[in-house]
């Protein structure tokens, strides 16, 4: 019977790579969405003249859909499976990219968290339905690889997408409060309206994109993927946690997720420092894809890398590389701390694939209880960010990014410890 099973597996796996393909386009996308965020919060910011804290909002209405959707997502997409769960993310996520229109025509601040949270919503289904199928099609040996390379095709969205929002949201420049002092108030008042609207076309096209892949895949013969079957499985999420690895995976992913994005959230505020770069908006806004370009670049060397280095090896020097980046950035100025925290990217490229695939490794019918747990993390890009938002707001900006440092301490841990498997 495991000769039967070994020789169908290795027939299946030679349909694999179509699929896999197809795939990458909506780790494309939610890459791409995701990152927006890094250019929508310093606009909404200065829009709305929101402090640190306020602007960060932003990711707590993004990231916090994860915390509220992810572990019913995982049921849902455990009912209906992989196919129908992508289908119905990309929906969702165009539902809520399309609320941007009225949030900006009437300038209601929480309308734009609100569109926000649904459109993350969607994104939550969309994560939890193809990250545990990638690690499916094909041997469990390579999973970390595989996720890695189909991950790469997220970060090249997130590459995109700031060049995307500084020609787009940033295309009206920004005035100083100098300037708007020196306005009357009907000219401020249609100023900030003209800067509320620029979000709305950027995500009309996002929107029209989503339904297309939506209907496109509703349509696709993907390879159905059997889920073992579960009857012995009583505990769920109980049982789930008494795998350590997998507890300690999702401390991981809170932490990487909140340090990443605080990162990246505070780029081009960072970038306007006079004593970092003092670059205008629009002008830092194009810097992040360097960021985000990075983490490209870093994820197709972690795909080949790890075909022959251990992952745990791999995850523990990135943790440890990317403390002494930021340290660097902290403690310096000009040049030399702007190109230091951009260079965090490249090692936070393999970051999340490989945390994912380690902490779901040989959980069998509990793959999918550990993936939704997993996806629930993800709210760290809802905390970590609003908590250094206190700190830029009290100690400053440059200071502020010690959270980070703490959490990729965290991170160089769980590779080196944290994410072996202990017996119960």
């Not at 420049?173 to 709305?200: C, F, G, I, K, P």
């Not at 003092?278 to 960021?291: F, H, T």
């Not at 983490?295 to 022959?308: H, Y």
């Not at 999918?368 to 830029?392: R, Y």
Request: charged share 10%; net charge neutral; proline share 4%.
């Amino acid at each position: 019977m495991e000769n039967i099973g070994t020789a169908a597996a290795h027939s299946d796996q030679k349909n694999y790579t179509v699929p896999l393909t197809i795939l990458t386009s909506l780790f494309f996308m939610w890459g791409f969405i995701t990152c927006l965020n890094d250019i929508l919060i310093p606009h909404l910011k200065a829009v709305f003249d929101l402090n640190y804290f306020q602007a960060m909002a932003v990711n707590f209405a993004f990231f916090g859909a994860y915390a509220v959707v992810s572990y019913p997502a995982g049921t849902y997409v455990k009912r209906v499976g992989y196919q129908k769960g992508i289908v119905t993310g990309l929906t969702v996520a165009g539902v809520g990219c399309l609320m941007f229109y009225p949030a900006a025509a009437m300038q209601q601040y929480g309308l734009f968290l609100f569109a926000l949270f649904i459109l993350a919503a969607g994104i939550t289904v969309l994560q939890v339905a193809a990250n545990p199928y990638v690690t499916r099609l094909g041997p469990v040996r390579t999973a970390s690889s595989r996720l890695s390379l189909t991950q790469a095709f997220n970060s090249l969205g997130t590459t995109v997408a700031p060049w995307f929002g500084a020609l787009l949201i940033f295309s009206v420049a920004t005035l100083s409060a100098a300037d708007l002092a020196a306005m009357s108030a009907e000219e401020v008042a249609t100023y900030n309206a003209t800067q509320a609207a620029s979000v709305q076309l950027p995500y009309i096209i996002l929107a029209t994109a989503l339904f297309v892949l939506a209907i496109i895949f509703s349509r696709l013969n993907l390879p159905v993927i059997e889920e073992p079957e579960q009857t012995e499985v009583a505990g769920g999420i109980k049982e789930a946690l008494q795998h350590s690895h997998l507890l300690f995976g999702v401390i991981a992913i809170f932490v990487y997720v909140g340090g990443e994005v605080a990162i990246g959230s505070f780029l081009v505020n960072f970038f306007a420092e006079p004593s970092i770069a003092g670059l205008a908006e629009k002008d830092a806004a194009a810097l992040v894809s360097y960021y985000w370009g990075g983490a490209m670049v870093g994820r197709f060397i972690g795909a080949a890398v790890m075909t022959k280095v251990s992952p745990r090896a791999v995850l523990t020097f990135n943790g440890l590389a990317v403390m002494v980046l930021v340290l660097t950035a902290m403690n310096t100025s000009g040049s030399t701390a702007m190109w230091a925290i951009l260079a965090v990217g490249l090692f936070n490229s393999i970051m999340f694939p490989t945390i994912f695939s380690l902490a779901i490794e040989k959980l069998g019918p509990l793959a999918s209880v550990g993936s939704g747990l997993l996806c629930v993390a993800i709210v760290g890009g809802a905390i970590v960010p609003s908590l250094q938002g206190l700190l830029a707001d009290s100690q400053g900006i440059q200071f502020s990014f010690i959270l980070p440092v703490i959490c990729y301490l965290y991170i160089a841990w769980y590779g080196f410890s944290g994410s072996k498997m202990r017996s119960n």
